[in-house]
């Protein structure tokens, strides 16, 4: 079956960088997503990886290495804003149409 | 924009009563899905659909139906609500020809069931 592994809590300081992994085990992986959510609000789609890399969007950044079913989204000159949780999700073979989310990280950003 | 809207945020039902969730998109959107938040346990899949009539069961679909009659609505029926059933519940709506992992979230709705 699927399972995903995240950390349930990150705690770092305004204007730092903060890394937050994600582990998984699929068969027929196609990517990993990232999705943020704020206390109260919806969950957001943040970035999305296929391929092995980095992708660089504006102060974060996704990467994935499928050879180590591993990936993390890299947050830079945090922000009080980005105290939100952080959600890594796959899509594979036995999703199909869907995404099989982790349990979130919890992301605490103090000054 | 896409918006996903959800027909109520916060509901409060009795124990054993059927309850209705409706969810509605404006984007045309083939696929919607529908979830449960519960703290520590993330977002789990109760069901989806990839087109109008059509549903799949998710992870966790005991104790709930869905109905698909139109491409931008999409409900979750809850036959006889019981307590495990308080949680958070959100819709979700996909084009099936995009970023098949790039999900557009309602609001969510709190229910609770005593």
């Known amino acids: 079956g699927q399972s995903l592994e995240q950390p349930s809590e990150v705690t770092a300081v305004e204007g730092a960088i903060v890394q937050i992994n994600c582990t998984y085990q699929?068969?027929?992986?196609?990517?990993l997503s990232w999705y943020q959510q704020h206390d109260g609000g919806a969950p957001t789609f943040l970035s999305y990886?296929?391929?092995?890399g980095l992708e660089e969007t504006g102060r974060f950044s996704s990467f994935l290495s499928r050879s180590d079913s591993y990936g993390y989204l890299l947050l830079q000159e945090l922000q009080m804003k980005d105290s939100a949780s952080y959600f890594c999700?796959?899509?594979?073979?036995?999703?199909?149409?869907?995404?099989?989310f982790g349990k979130g990280t919890s992301l605490l950003v103090t000054p | 924009d896409v918006k996903v809207t959800q027909s109520s945020r916060y509901l409060v039902k009795r124990t054993g009563e059927k309850v209705f969730l409706e969810c509605v998109q404006d984007?045309?959107?083939?696929?919607m899905f529908w979830y449960r938040q519960d703290p520590g346990l993330g977002l789990r899949l109760i069901y989806f659909?990839?087109?109008?009539?059509?549903?799949e069961k998710g992870d966790i679909p005991e104790g709930y139906s869905v109905s698909r009659e139109k491409k931008e609505r999409f409900s979750l029926i809850l036959e006889s609500a019981s307590t495990n059933q308080t949680s958070m519940y959100l819709c979700?709506?996909?084009?099936?020809?995009?970023?098949?992992?790039?999900?557009?979230f309602g609001p969510g709705t709190r229910l609770t069931v005593t």
């Open positions: 979700a709506s996909r084009n099936s020809q995009g970023q098949l992992s790039e999900q557009y």
């Open positions: 999700a796959v899509r594979d073979q036995n999703s199909g149409y869907a995404l099989n």
């Open positions: 659909s990839y087109d109008v009539k059509m549903k």
């Open positions: 699929t068969s027929g992986f196609y990517g």
């Open positions: 990886n296929a391929l092995d």
């Open positions: 984007m045309d959107h083939e696929n």
